[in-house]
């Protein structure tokens, strides 16, 4: 037999030790009977009972004579085929728009040279306990692990954290991690923030306002977080200007950002968003209101999304570069099915500053009496 082919006795094994694996068949059960072997997997009685026995010397299995062959040991099983006995399938649970879809290609790029497929599934529902119910079905019809975008709101839903409990490989993705022992994957937004700030004071801007959503969520957070840390760190920034909208919908941005346009507080030369798509709101309320991108007002978002691109004037934004937070996503989750050493569990991927024509040197700014 070449090198690297399998046997039927081989594949009979494995499909045995799968059922051990997956719990379906706890220390102690019975596996199927001699006959039953042959039958579902199609296989002699030679080599069915060939199958058993290298399981028994193995101390997989142990045979009571009359009775039949039972299960011996969870961990002899997991030591000896942990490794070789796997359904090669890793579920992507993830939106699917442009941002998390760059991050499959980076999984993929990973995990399909190791001979896995993946699945990408989106949540049908609202609900934090309906999600992870739909994990751990997956993950009982046979998954290897399983990439997570998690909610963002904090603390944690007490859902999510019984979930990794009870998951056996799981990366979390674009978000914290729980906790230490949970790898994770995601992007530096403080340090994002701070390039974006950097680069607004090389321009001369000190007055510069921040548009974000409700501070529960973690993006908003590190990039407010940010923010306010780069404005400390400047001599002659101004007092921060820190916009929240309850939801990010245009409605509810532009609300908040033109109650700050029409008060008499002087206008800021320049508006951070914590996203493109807030800040694609925010084009839309300057312009209502007169205001100019970048003559009056400069403006960056925060993903380096395709909307930057076609937004006029094209949007200055951070690339998170999920492809890259993709690929490293894959290579934890391997090592984790692997069983191999995870040097650092929390990774966190530097962003970088694209700038395009949304940003000038600010002019003096005067509100009309």
Not at 271 to 282: G, P
Request: contains cysteine; aromatic residues 8%.
């Amino acid at each position: 037999m070449g090198k690297g082919l399998k046997s039927k006795t081989d594949d009979v094994e494995n499909q045995i030790c799968q059922l051990i694996l997956k719990r379906s068949l706890p220390e102690g059960a019975q596996i199927p009977s001699e006959s039953m072997i042959c039958e579902n997997y199609h296989v002699s009685r030679i080599t069915a009972r060939r199958a058993v026995a290298n399981l028994v010397s193995k101390g997989v299995l142990y045979t009571e004579h009359g009775r039949g062959s039972f299960v011996k040991s969870f961990a002899q099983t997991q030591k000896i085929y942990g490794a070789d006995v796997l359904s090669h399938t890793i579920g992507l649970f993830m939106p699917r728009d442009g941002y998390f879809m760059s991050a499959v290609y980076g999984v993929e790029d990973v995990v399909k040279n190791a001979g896995f497929r993946i699945f990408v599934s989106s949540f049908s529902s609202e609900s934090f306990r309906d999600h992870a119910k739909e994990i751990l079905d997956y993950a009982a019809g046979g998954m290897d692990g399983a990439i997570i975008n998690t909610p963002e709101s904090s603390p944690y839903p007490s859902e999510y954290l019984e979930l990794f409990q009870k998951l056996k490989n799981v990366v979390v993705f674009n978000s914290p991690s729980p906790s230490p022992e949970i790898a994770s994957v995601s992007s530096d937004d403080v340090e994002g923030m701070t390039q974006v700030m950097r680069y607004l004071f090389s321009l001369g801007h000190r007055r510069i306002a921040f548009l974000g959503g409700e501070t529960c969520v973690a993006t908003t957070r590190d990039r407010l977080s940010g923010y306010r840390q780069a404005l400390m760190e400047c001599p002659g920034a101004e007092k921060e200007i820190v916009l929240f909208c309850k939801e990010y919908v245009a409605d509810d941005a532009c609300r908040v950002l033109g109650r700050c346009l029409e008060s008499d507080a002087p206008l800021p030369t320049a508006l951070v968003c914590a996203t493109d798509e807030l800040a694609s709101y925010a084009y839309r309320s300057l312009l209502s209101h007169g205001i100019r991108i970048p003559e009056e007002i400069s403006v960056i978002g925060y993903g380096n999304l395709d909307l930057a691109y076609k937004l006029t004037p094209p949007l200055t934004s951070v690339d998170q570069h999920p492809q890259e937070q993709g690929r490293l996503a894959g290579e934890l989750l391997l090592r984790q099915i692997f069983r191999q050493e995870i040097p650092v569990r929390q990774m966190r991927v530097q962003p970088s500053l694209h700038i395009k024509q949304s940003c000038a040197v600010p002019k003096q700014q005067e509100r009309k009496g």
